[in-house]
């Protein structure tokens, strides 16, 4: 498949692309979670001047809520791979958080398919490693199931009405997750930073420990205090971590 790009386009699908351009000598690219948009991540606050914060936009949410939801990884991927690969000039790391871990690795595959620079690190968030089975499938529940079923995770803090509002979004994400079959390959090349929150009852320490056979380079595991969306109160103590660990970054 073949994906025009236009700066217009890259700017549609890569939320911040551009904002550090006289500054930014690093460049993270943040996937976010199942039923997130862009403005969901506010990384960009807490990291420096060099590095300029990328936040994928995909179809169905917020700017693009008019637009239809994509309901496969494969054409996530497709999209996303050469929109990125026209952008990996500067230094780049990639952050995913649960949908957005996966996008990440299979975007990171592509990349390394289509012969581009590769990302320095990854940091993949409360996702189970690829190849495991996903524990209890939702994407096929009935709407008043589902919506029951997500009100305390991914929906959760949100009024009544907005969640349903969503819920054909989530349905489409969760659709994305849990049709995704994974293809052996050989390992990448990539560092790998797993994370987690400390109460996360999504994943658990054996299925984080999994992706560690995904890379041939070096591979940790750093929990933060929180549940599954811990990423919401812990923003900076994230970025820190971040631009800590990737060398030369700060």
């Known amino acids: 498949m073949t994906v025009e790009t236009t700066p217009a386009l ?66 996530v991927v497709a999209q996303l791979a050469p929109l990125i690969a026209g952008h990996t000039g500067l230094p780049y790391a990639f952050f995913g958080h649960s949908m957005g871990a996966l996008v990440a690795f299979e975007v990171t595959r592509r990349l390394r398919a289509l012969g581009a620079a590769l990302p320095a690190r990854l940091f993949l968030s409360a996702t189970r490693a690829p190849g495991l089975p996903d524990r209890d499938p939702l994407h096929h529940l009935p709407d008043a199931d589902l919506l029951a079923r997500l009100a305390d995770v991914e929906l959760a803090g949100l009024d009544p009405e907005l969640q349903e509002l969503l819920l054909p979004l989530m349905r489409a994400d969760l659709t994305v997750c849990e049709t995704y079959a994974h293809r052996p390959e050989a ?18 320490a054996v299925e984080l420990a999994g992706w560690r056979e995904h890379t041939t380079a070096a591979f940790e595991l750093r929990r933060f205090p929180g549940g599954h969306l811990y990423v919401r109160g812990a923003e900076q103590q994230l970025a820190e971590t971040i631009t800590r660990t990737v060398p030369a970054w700060g």
């Not at 862009?38 to 590095?51: F, G, N, W």
């Not at 090349?189 to 658990?204: H, I, R």
């Open 187 to 204: 390992p990448l090349p990539c560092p790998l930073t797993v994370l987690a929150g400390t109460d996360d009852d999504t994943v658990d």
């Open 10 to 75: 890259d700017r549609l699908w890569l939320r911040g692309l551009g904002s550090r351009e006289d500054t930014a000598r690093r460049r993270l690219f943040v996937f976010p979670h199942a039923g997130a948009g862009a403005s969901a991540y506010q990384l960009a606050r807490h990291v420096p001047d060099t590095v300029e914060v990328c936040t994928v936009q995909l179809p169905g949410r917020e700017n693009r809520f008019g637009e239809e939801p994509l309901t496969s990884l494969d054409a």
